[in-house]
């Protein structure tokens, strides 16, 4: 069975970092295009970040917001993928989810397609 599942979700202060992991069971993370995504109260649900699989030859995608803070990574040895975010801010807060589909390894389809495999989420607040 394909699932994912978060951690590392917290409270931080404005300035603050944490890291976020997305566990995979069922596929290896590197065979196909893994994004996170996040949504905040009132508001829909964005993307955040993406990284391509292995038969894809891109750079991950980061959404403007984020650029420069936040980095996405794999670890094919423990089957995951991470949000690195640091220089955290107060409209970061949401719920961070990671997601995929077997039809997607690069990171254009995961952005704009309809997902079918998603973790339960995990919540990031950023509050002085």
């Known amino acids: 069975q394909v699932q994912l599942v978060e951690s590392g979700g917290g409270a931080v202060q404005p300035g603050g970092s944490l890291r976020l992991s997305c566990a995979a069971s069922?596929?290896?993370?590197?065979?196909?295009?893994i994004g996170w995504f996040r949504q905040a109260p009132g508001k829909e649900r964005d993307w955040v970040s993406c990284i391509g699989s292995k038969s894809v030859y891109h750079s991950p995608y980061y959404r403007e917001s984020v650029k420069g803070r936040f980095t996405i990574s794999r670890d094919n040895a423990e089957n995951r993928v991470f949000l690195e975010m640091d220089s955290l801010k107060p409209e970061d807060t949401a719920v961070y989810y990671c997601?995929?589909?077997?039809?997607?390894?690069?990171?254009?389809?995961?952005?704009?397609?309809?997902?079918?495999?998603w973790g339960q989420g995990t919540q990031v607040t950023v509050s002085s």
């Open positions: 069922g596929f290896t993370v590197d065979d196909y295009a």
């Open positions: 997601a995929t589909d077997v039809l997607y390894t690069d990171c254009a389809g995961v952005i704009t397609g309809i997902l079918d495999v």
